[in-house]
């Protein structure tokens, strides 16, 4: 299967998402901010469709979208972003506005099922090289703030004391969370990011009680995933975003009722 | 020098006086428990010392600078008891992470910070439970650990918020006794709120009450009595003292058992309000 180019693509870009997924993820679901992540990726949608509509590639217009909310979102503050509601209206309205957009742009329906399911089989080349120099951008990022960072998830208030800026980091955080989630949409679709921010990342703290353990343990398995959907599709036919959700979830399942998600 | 001095220091929150005017200082190696009703001040107080909130007017001073965020020499512990409550992270991690915490950088802690973490888990005794995750220890364990995280870095003044809410009694002994022989040890100056006095009476030298925007500092021989509570308290207050302990009492009632035990209702009848915390 590795002779098509088509394969080689999508399993060297499944590899770069799958580890920036697995190491922001490991600190989206540390701070609880999963729903936040999942909001982003509905921005990002208007973001791509908009920029389809103006002519930008919708990668770039994903990436802009996604880091400017992001960044918006942490500014408003920590308390706010929690606030399901307030998430919740702002998701449905990217959503709207994305449909809006493409509905001016009705050639393009194809890829509006693209963009909010995935298609890793059709990621190319040029793609593959903006996700890698994306990938190091994010993973750079996140590791330069991950100490403060993670002390300011685990006791905000000491963090404070100790003059650790919460709304700085999370805004910070919240905007490398969308570079993820672009990066994310090119395999999974908006719709789907979970699969690869979420559910290995949730299956890793089940799975290990240390940080470091988890912050391995969670690209692995998104790694692992992502390259088993897609082997999965090549040889089934059915879409590599399924596999790569039904496997994300039956991980995330078999570790929390498995006897090894008890391990320490 | 002076650990921490108020000079005429107005705390102000949501425009309202938390605390008006106060001066007051504590000698650095004292240990004072901060008492007061809810609401009184007690927690603001703290984190005005921490440079979390800042004077309206007057001044802050830690020694003998001026209170600011990120000071290295005040070690912190939240009232707030829910954070981590139901991560699964060993509890190892969970006081590693404060380690060198405001630098930028990896989250891994290098040999001297796990010599650290090893140090400060073993001031609270909390090396044994360290493995386990969080999600799996009880709350009087977690208040060890956030005890442990707020010793990291060695401070010299060390503000504790309420430790001793949730405990049992046994506990609370135990949690004193550990405030005393960190003194003894460290000779470091230990802020120690509390809703009840008598488990803090052999341990504490001087008490600082809070209550009506007024703060009384001194001996428990100086602020526990009738017209210095009165005043704070903006009632008509008694200080019963049995057998050693001290209950403070309006119009038959326990003052301190019913900050914290709204539940209960009524009147009280003197002994019958109190337990004993041996
Ligand atoms: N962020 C805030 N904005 C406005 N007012 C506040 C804020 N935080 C606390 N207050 C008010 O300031 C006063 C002092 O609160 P504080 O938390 O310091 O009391 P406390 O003595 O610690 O009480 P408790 O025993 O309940 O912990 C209270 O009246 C409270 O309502
Ligand atoms: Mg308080």
């Known amino acids: ?264 | 020098m002076n650990a921490i001095e108020f000079r005429q220091v107005t705390l102000r929150l949501g425009g309202r006086d938390v605390l008006g005017d106060a001066s007051l200082a504590v000698a650095a190696g004292e240990i004072i428990g901060v008492l007061g009703p809810n609401g009184a001040g007690k927690t603001t107080l703290m984190r005005a010392i921490l440079g979390l909130v800042p004077a309206a007017r007057g001044e802050i001073r830690v020694f003998g600078r001026p209170a600011a965020r990120g000071n290295p020499a005040v070690g912190y512990m939240p009232q707030t008891r829910s954070t981590g409550a139901n991560l699964r992270l060993r509890g190892r991690d969970f006081v590693a992470g404060v380690v060198n915490g405001h630098r930028p950088g990896l989250p891994f802690p290098g040999k001297a910070g796990r010599a650290e973490v090893d140090r400060v888990l073993d001031l609270v005794g909390a090396a044994a439970l360290a493995g386990r995750p969080l999600a799996e220890t009880s709350g009087g364990e977690r208040q060890r650990l956030l005890l442990a995280q707020a010793l990291v870095g060695r401070p010299r003044l060390l503000l504790l918020d309420e430790p001793l809410a949730n405990l049992d009694p046994r506990f609370q002994g135990d949690v004193v006794a550990l405030a005393a022989a960190l003194r003894a040890e460290l000779g470091i100056t230990i802020l120690f709120s509390a809703h009840e006095l008598n488990p803090l009476l052999g341990a504490i030298d001087r008490v600082l009450y809070l209550g009506n925007g007024q703060a009384a500092l001194g001996t428990v021989d100086e602020v526990i009595t009738g017209p210095v509570l009165s005043r704070l308290y903006g009632a008509e207050i008694e200080v019963v003292r049995v057998r050693g302990r001290i209950f403070v009492m309006s119009g038959g009632q326990d003052m301190e058992r019913d900050a914290h035990r709204h539940d209960h209702g009524g009147a009280h009848a003197l002994l019958g309000a109190s337990h004993d915390h041996a």
Not at chain 1, 172 to 198: N, P, S, Y
Request: net charge positive; proline share 3%.
């Open chain 1, 1 to 264: 299967m590795l002779d098509y180019d088509f394969m080689r693509n999508a399993f060297a870009a499944a590899a770069i998402v799958a580890a920036v997924a697995g190491l922001v993820g490991y600190f989206l679901v540390l701070r609880g901010q999963t729903f936040a992540g999942h909001a982003l990726a509905h921005v990002g949608f208007t973001g791509a469709t908009g920029s389809v509509l103006i002519g930008i590639s919708p990668l770039w217009g994903l990436v802009a979208l996604t880091v400017t909310a992001g960044l918006g979102m942490g500014a408003i503050g920590e308390r706010l972003v929690q606030r399901d509601v307030a998430i919740g209206i702002v998701l449905a309205l990217a959503l709207g506005l994305g449909l809006l957009f493409l509905h001016f742009y009705t050639a393009y329906a194809a890829q509006a099922t693209a963009l909010l399911f995935g298609n890793v089989l059709s990621v190319d080349a040029a793609t593959v090289r903006a996700l890698l120099w994306l990938g190091l951008v994010t993973v750079g990022l996140l590791a330069a703030i991950s100490r403060p960072l993670l002390f300011a998830s685990l006791q905000p208030e000491l963090a404070e004391a100790k003059g650790v800026r919460l709304r700085l980091y999370s805004g910070l955080f919240l905007g490398i969370v969308g570079l993820a989630v672009a990066e994310c949409v090119q395999i999974v679709g908006v719709l789907l990011v979970f699969a690869l921010m979420v559910g290995p990342a949730a299956t890793a703290q089940r799975l290990t009680t240390r940080v470091a353990g988890g912050l391995v343990l969670s690209p692995v398995l998104a790694l692992a995933e992502a390259w088993a959907g897609i082997a999965l599709a090549f040889y089934t036919d059915w879409p590599a975003s399924f596999w790569i959700t039904a496997l994300s979830a039956g991980g995330y399942l078999a570790a929390t009722i498995s006897p090894a998600g008890r391990v320490r």
